[in-house]
């Protein structure tokens, strides 16, 4: 019996593909459960109670044994890092994509609009650690001011940004350069031209591309589960677009890990939530440029209402 290790990079309603030794096979889980695979119920950071799905994602290394000519799946090996969403259909925490070194966050800044809010909490899906880079879209547009405000508050705290344009090809090099040599996961809204620019970083037809909605004016799925896209150079997850945001983290670090430019300023309590208690020192921080008043508003919209979703 023939056991070896290979990588799921694509999963359907029944099987999985997995790249084994240079090739792509079709799998099948050994019994009805991958042991250590059942639904785990988690204690989110703001109380609530969620069912995880901790079954199989693109990007997980697992092992698999041939026999009785088909390929199974016997044992999922520990991940390196992960990226958690939650699944309205489901009603569950679902991992989306695994063991990647790079996470690109890609927003549009025009058709639609840039949503701050989902640029500055996306990062609560993360669990690991990685290279993380916001890539703001349709670059050949002009970015209104409210566009130009974001953009600054990432820069602000921290975090790398690209400016690409699919259509004119700025900056498609140079992010290019950034995911060679990586394995990277693509997280975008819905609409945000995530298929495109992986069509221009590929420079082929990858994945299909879509137009926003007539009703509202909001980005339509055309990637409707995740796929692991490869060529000699490039290893990129892409990942089913998100319309809404809901944050979602299973510990208070996870939260505060979103926004690491808070360090820079000192409370009188070393608990304080940085939404208005006694002797937090937030607003005089953003007052005095030192943090964004942009991602200082979405994080008090996320600690105080946590009505979005992911």
């Not at 079954?55 to 009785?68: K, P, Q, T």
């Not at 549009?108 to 879209?137: E, Q, W, Y």
Request: proline letters at 2%; charged letters at 30%.
């Amino acid at each position: 019996m023939e056991r070896v290790l290979g990588e799921i990079v694509l999963i359907s309603s029944t099987s999985f593909q997995a790249r084994v030794d240079g090739r792509i096979v079709n799998a099948v889980i050994k019994g009805k459960r991958l042991k250590g695979q059942e639904d785990v119920r988690f204690e989110l950071w703001d109380k609530k109670k969620v069912f995880f799905d901790n079954s199989l994602c693109v990007g997980d290394v697992v092992r698999l044994e041939f026999e009785s000519e088909s390929w199974k799946i016997t044992e999922r090996q520990q991940r390196e890092s992960s990226f958690v969403r939650y699944n309205f259909i489901k009603r569950k925490l679902q991992t989306i994509g695994s063991n990647f070194d790079m996470l690109c966050i890609i927003a549009p800044h025009n058709s639609p609009a840039m949503n701050s809010f989902f640029v500055n909490t996306t990062l609560m899906g993360l669990d690991g650690k990685c290279r993380i880079v916001f890539v703001f879209t349709k670059s050949d547009l002009e970015f209104s001011k409210d566009d130009e405000n974001v953009i600054d508050a990432i820069d602000t705290a921290g975090f790398e940004s690209v400016r690409v344009s699919s259509k004119s090809g700025d900056n498609i090099s140079v992010l290019r350069e950034m995911v060679e040599s990586r394995t990277a996961l693509f997280v975008g809204e819905s609409g945000s031209g995530k298929s495109t620019l992986l069509n221009a970083l590929f420079c082929k037809d990858m994945q299909m591309v879509g137009e926003l909605s007539k009703k509202g004016n909001v980005g339509c799925h055309t990637t409707t589960s995740s796929v692991l896209l490869s060529d000699e150079k490039l290893r990129i997850i892409d990942t089913p677009g998100i319309r809404f945001v809901r944050p979602l983290s299973l510990k208070w670090d996870g939260v505060i890990a979103c926004f690491p430019e808070f360090s820079k300023f000192q409370c009188r309590y070393a608990d304080c939530k940085h939404i208005g208690e006694s002797g937090c020192k937030a607003d005089e921080a953003a007052g005095r440029g030192i943090i964004s008043q942009v991602r200082l508003s979405d994080y008090r919209r996320m600690m105080e209402t946590n009505d979005g979703k992911i």
